[in-house]
């Protein structure tokens, strides 16, 4: 069974700062996918960014932009310019055929 | 493109009744999800249908739980003689088509607790 872990249950970062979330998975498959999802008070999830893992190039979305160490199996976020409105729970997943396995997740806060 | 829409938003029901939950998903979306989230935990996998089809099942899915998506358009999960281990945050999730990488766009989710 795959698993993802997210070892900081939460964060804190200052207005503007750049705060890092981790994450581990592990998994037998060759061809996956691995994705950060925010979740915030509405509960809806949306996706943050995604990284093919055959793919070498780290992805990068504006301020968001993962490392990705295919052979340590890490995949952690980096946020940059942290803003008020990125404070959320942030999940880690993995593709599994077409499920996704999530982590426990990261509350993050953002302080003025 | 008025995204994902689940209803009801709350369900409080008592041990032992019949729930149903119903998930309209974007509209051109062949593939529709359903997960379930504790608290302190990320989203579970519970099924999957790929149009009108049930394709994938967790074992999380218990005989007491049955999704169906008639024509292939929106889908209902019922919850038969509920526990109260089943109060959780039931999430539908719909995307088109895709190799496992294509983008989930999720609804706020039905909660539900059982007394």
């Known amino acids: 069974a795959q698993t993802v872990t997210q070892s900081q249950p939460e964060m804190s970062v200052q207005e503007a700062e750049t705060v890092t979330l981790s994450c581990t998975y592990d998994t037998s498959e060759s061809d996956y996918y691995l994705f950060w999802y925010k979740q915030p008070p509405s509960r809806q999830m949306i996706l943050v960014i995604r990284?093919?893992?055959?793919?070498?190039q780290n992805a990068t979305e504006n301020r968001f932009s993962v490392n990705f160490q295919k052979a340590a199996k890490s995949f952690s976020l980096k946020i940059s310019d942290s803003q008020l409105g990125d404070a959320a729970m942030y999940f880690c997943?993995?593709?599994?055929?077409?499920?996704?396995?999530f982590g426990k997740g990261t509350s993050l806060l953002v302080t003025p | 493109d008025t995204g994902v829409s689940q209803n009801p938003r709350h369900k409080i029901t008592k041990r032992g009744q019949n729930v149903t939950f119903r998930c309209d998903p974007i509209s051109e979306h062949n593939r529709l999800y359903w997960y379930r989230q504790t608290l302190g935990q990320g989203p579970e996998f519970l099924t999957y249908?790929?149009?009108?089809?049930?394709?994938?099942k967790s074992r999380l899915l218990s005989d007491r739980f049955s999704a169906e998506r008639p024509k292939g358009s929106f889908s209902t999960l019922e919850i038969q003689r509920t526990e109260q281990g089943d109060s959780a945050m039931y999430l539908c999730a719909s995307s088109f088509s895709g190799r496992g990488d294509e983008k989930l766009f999720f609804g706020s989710g039905t909660q539900l607790s059982v007394l």
């Open positions: 990284q093919e893992a055959y793919k070498q």
């Open positions: 997943a993995s593709s599994s055929g077409y499920a996704l396995n």
């Open positions: 249908f790929q149009n009108e089809a049930q394709l994938e």
